[in-house]
C-alpha cells in the first residue's frame, strides 16, 4: 500500500470513500503530558455520506496524548482555505494550531487527494501546506498520513498512525490471525483455524507475516503474503518450529527447532534455499530470538544459568559468551527491541504478577511499564515512543499500550473474544 506525498496545490472536493467501522473499542487515559489545543476543521468537500476526514484525523491527535482537539462540530460550512477561517473564534478557545483542508476524489482513477495547511493561531503562519492521495480504499491511511505530518511537526516525534497491527484473536476453538489500522479500524483477517496461531512477526517492508500454525496438529512456521495471501511453509522439522523473527534485509528468519534435541536457534531462507544453520550451542533451552535493527547482535531468551533470562550476542562472534542483560528477577522473556536499536521491552516476573519492562540500552536501566499484571508480548510502535502489549483484564485478553515515559495509557478490547500477541508493523 503506497501512499503519494504531493506539492500542495489548487482546491479539492467531494470524498465517496466508505466509513469503516471500528472492530477494537479504544480508550485513552493520560497523566501528566503536556497537550496542545488543535482544531482539525471539517475539510471542504468531505463529510457527505458516512465518512469525515477530519475526524480520523482528530482521533488520531487525540489518542497520542499528547493533543487536545477542540470540538469543531459546529463549523459550518466548512472552510474551503483559511481566509475564511473565523480566527477569533478558535484564540478565544485557546486553540495553539488550526488544520484548514480541502478534499477531492478523481470520478476517473477513482483516487482521493487531500490538501491541508496547519497553521500557528496566534501568527496565522502556515507550519504545513501538504497534499496526499490515495486509491478510494485508502481514505482512512491518507487521514492518518495527514496526521503523522501534523505530529512530526509539532512535537519532531515521527509518526505512527499509518502504521498497521497485527494480533491473534481466540472465541471458543476459533483462532484467527488478524491485520488493522493502528487506530483498529480496517480489520482484516488472514487465518481462521481451529488449532493455535503463535508467533505473528512482520517483515521489514510490510509486506509478509511469518507466524506458526498447529493447521496438520505439529507446529510449523509460515510465511503469508499479505496483498495475495500466497502462504508458504518454511520450517516443518520434526518437533517443534516456533518463534520466527526477520532478518532486517527480510531474506532469512531465525527460528527455534527441537530437530536436534532441545529448542535451540537456527537461521533459515525465507525462499527455501538453504538448510538451517544453527546459530547457538548451548546447554540450555534457547529460544525468542530477536535482530537488532542494524543486524549486528542477536537478542534471546535462555535459561543457561538457571531460570530464563535476556542475551544478546554479536552475530560476527556467535561462538564467544553472550552477554546477559535481564537482571533481578528469576523470569524475564520476549525481548523485543525499539526499531532505533535503544531501547529494550521485555517482560518480567514479580512475585505472582508479570509486568512489561522497558531498558535503556546505553545505561542499561530497566523500570516497570504497565499497571496490569498478566502482560505479554510487548512491541514497540515505528516512531518508538509507545508499547503495545497484551494483557487480561475481568479475565478477558485485550491490548493494551503505553508510552514509553509512562504518561499515556491506552486500552484496545474487542467484542469478538480474546486478543493476543500483538505486532506493531512499519510505517505504509
Do not use: C
Amino acid at each position: 500500500m503506497k501512499i503519494r506525498f504531493l506539492p500542495a496545490i489548487g482546491m479539492l472536493f467531494l470524498v465517496l470513500s466508505p466509513w469503516a467501522q471500528a472492530d477494537m473499542t479504544l480508550e485513552v487515559v493520560t497523566q501528566g503530558a503536556q497537550q496542545t489545543p488543535i482544531a482539525v476543521l471539517p475539510f471542504a468537500g468531505d463529510g457527505v455520506g458516512p465518512h469525515d476526514l477530519s475526524a480520523v484525523v482528530a482521533a488520531d491527535l487525540k489518542r497520542s496524548g499528547l493533543f487536545d482537539p477542540l470540538d469543531t462540530h459546529g463549523v459550518n460550512p466548512a472552510p474551503a482555505d483559511v481566509d475564511t477561517v473565523h480566527w477569533e473564534d478558535w484564540q478565544a478557545q485557546h486553540a495553539n494550531f488550526v488544520v484548514v483542508g480541502n478534499v477531492q476524489e478523481d470520478p476517473a482513477s477513482h483516487h482521493v487527494k487531500a490538501n491541508f495547511r496547519l497553521v500557528e493561531v496566534v501568527t496565522r503562519m502556515a507550519h504545513l501546506n501538504l497534499s496526499f492521495e490515495g486509491t478510494g480504499d485508502q481514505y482512512r491511511m491518507v487521514a492518518h498520513h495527514i496526521a503523522d505530518a501534523i505530529l512530526e511537526n509539532i512535537t519532531g516525534y515521527t509518526g505512527m498512525f499509518s502504521s498497521r497491527i497485527a494480533y491473534i484473536t481466540q472465541r471458543g476453538a476459533a483462532h484467527s490471525l488478524k491485520v488493522a489500522d493502528s487506530d483498529g479500524f480496517n480489520e482484516q483477517t488472514m487465518l481462521n483455524t481451529n488449532e493455535p496461531i503463535m508467533s505473528p512477526k512482520w517483515s521489514p517492508d510490510g509486506q509478509r507475516m511469518a507466524y506458526v500454525t498447529f493447521e496438520l496438529n505439529r507446529p510449523m512456521v509460515v510465511v503469508q503474503t499479505l496483498a495475495t495471501g500466497t502462504r508458504k511453509v518454511v520450517a516443518r522439522y520434526k518437533g517443534s518450529n516456533s518463534a520466527p523473527a526477520w532478518t532486517p534485509d527480510g531474506k532469512h528468519l531465525a527460528v527455534v527447532l527441537t530437530k536436534d534435541g532441545h529448542s535451540q536457534i537456527y537461521r533459515i531462507a525465507v525462499d527455501g534455499s538453504d538448510a538451517p544453520e544453527r546459530l547457538l550451542v548451548s546447554g540450555g533451552i534457547d529460544t525468542e530470538p530477536y535482530y537488532s535493527p542494524d543486524g549486528q547482535m542477536l537478542y534471546f531468551t535462555s535459561d543457561r544459568d538457571g531460570g530464563p533470562q535476556i542475551y544478546r550476542i554479536a552475530l560476527d562472534d556467535l561462538r564467544g559468551v553472550p552477554e546477559r542483560l535481564s537482571f533481578g528477577s528469576t523470569y524475564a522473556v520476549s525481548p523485543r527491541l525499539s526499531r532505533d536499536g535503544k531501547q529494550l521491552a521485555y517482560v518480567q516476573r514479580d512475585g505472582g504478577a508479570f509486568h512489561v519492562m522497558l531498558m535503556d540500552l546505553a545505561s542499561k536501566q530497566a523500570q516497570v511499564m504497565t499497571d496490569t499484571t498478566l502482560d505479554e508480548s510487548p512491541t514497540f510502535a515505528p516512531n518508538g515512543r509507545y508499547i503495545l502489549y497484551s494483557t487480561q483484564v475481568g479475565g478477558r485478553g485485550v491490548l493494551a499500550v503505553v508510552s514509553t515515559d509512562g504518561r499515556i495509557r491506552q486500552k484496545l478490547t474487542t467484542q469478538t473474544g480474546d486478543v493476543y500477541e500483538p505486532v506493531w508493523g512499519p510505517l505504509q
